[in-house]
């Protein structure tokens, strides 16, 4: 199959996040199986891909011209909508898997072209999604999680089918020397400001904060200028690669402030045997399960940080959840292997 997936938001490398990883997973698994896959994406600025595609589309002529850098084609550009039809004469997908954006006014462009779509709901910030979900023919959807697919049901009364993100191990597992508490993507709705007080509560563990969406500039110094009076904490910028930050994770700490569909990094961190310290919020108790630890995502400080201590000063009972973190990763239902087959099967009809 020719199988196209879709995001309004940038791509990797350009853009590192959940959906982005977990496109990329699939995408590398639908490869091996021996199916063709192309992603089409916005384009951000003034990086080497980014020249590169308005040189190649000044003296092509082409609004969304593609690039091999991650080993299949990923068409760029700033307008998706006129450059749709371009894409789908040139790679002539069998379907189309929208994701992540402002993707309705493209479904709704697909819709019109009669293209068999799926709509894989990985958030549900549905609001921000330009406009409303709607019924056809041509559409089915998929959720990332139960929880995605009950609020989906909830607010526009259509039902999804539930597949989770895919975690190919070995692009995440390693050999660990555990020194860091992680937490990633420091933004006030990844819950950074608990993340803050809780490391500042705690001066003799030391913190990871890791960029993933790319913080503005005012952001940045901000955040910098903040970190400088706790200096426990270390900051990195987002990485293209993810399992270097693995291998030197002890604990993962997520007290997001949002509903999260699924919660990727935790799923990633288990892998690894990596308890998780999660908001009991949203789609992290499907994603945490058995192997972490869930708090209220408004829960004093103190009962944070009673949580982090009990597994950071305590062998027996970190050892404990690592076990049931890895257990929890290796469950059927959750295999690559499955979940391709699942979608192939799904998207097959």
């Avoid at 639908?30 to 080497?48: F, P, Q, T």
């Avoid at 299949?72 to 898997?97: A, H, M």
Wanted: aromatic share 10%.
């Amino acid at each position: 199959m020719n199988i196209l997936f879709l995001t309004t938001h940038a791509y990797l490398p350009q853009r590192v996040g959940g959906s982005e990883s977990s496109t990329n997973d699939l995408c590398q698994l639908l490869l091996a199986k021996g199916d063709s896959v192309a992603v089409m994406a916005s384009l951000d600025l003034y990086d080497r891909i980014w020249l590169m595609n308005r040189i190649k589309a000044k003296f092509t002529k082409n609004l969304m011209p593609s690039d091999i850098n991650i080993g299949y084609p990923v068409y760029r550009g700033w307008n998706l909508t006129k450059g749709l039809e371009s894409v789908i004469n040139e790679f002539q997908p069998d379907c189309v898997i929208t994701q992540a954006g402002e993707s309705i006014p493209i479904i709704q462009r697909l819709d019109q072209l009669n293209i068999k779509t799926f709509v894989y709901l990985r958030d549900v910030a549905f609001a921000s999604h330009g406009g409303s979900y709607f019924k056809s023919e041509n559409i089915k959807y998929i959720a990332n999680s139960q929880f995605t697919a009950k609020k989906f049901k909830n607010t526009f009364d259509i039902s999804s089918f539930v597949i989770p993100p895919s975690i190919t191990s070995s692009n995440y597992k390693g050999k660990r020397t555990p020194k860091y508490v992680l937490f990633v993507c420091p933004f006030p709705e990844k819950g950074l400001e608990v993340a803050l007080k809780v490391a500042e509560a705690n001066p003799d563990i030391p913190f990871l904060f890791l960029e993933s969406w790319k913080l503005s500039e005012i952001n940045l110094q901000n955040l910098k200028t903040r970190l400088l009076k706790i200096p426990n904490i270390t900051f990195k910028h987002s990485q293209k690669s993810m399992l270097p930050i693995y291998t030197e994770t002890k604990i993962t700490l997520m007290p997001s402030q949002c509903e999260e569909a699924w919660g990727r990094v935790a799923s990633e961190s288990q892998v690894n045997g990596i308890p998780v310290i999660a908001s009991n919020i949203g789609g992290l108790p499907e994603s945490v399960g058995k192997g972490g630890v869930l708090v209220p995502p408004n829960a004093e400080i103190a009962i944070w940080t009673e949580k982090l201590r009990q597994l950071w000063d305590n062998d027996e009972v970190y050892n404990e959840y690592s076990q049931l973190a890895l257990q929890h990763s290796k469950r059927p239902e959750i295999a690559p292997s499955h979940l391709v087959s699942v979608l192939k099967n799904y998207i097959s009809y």
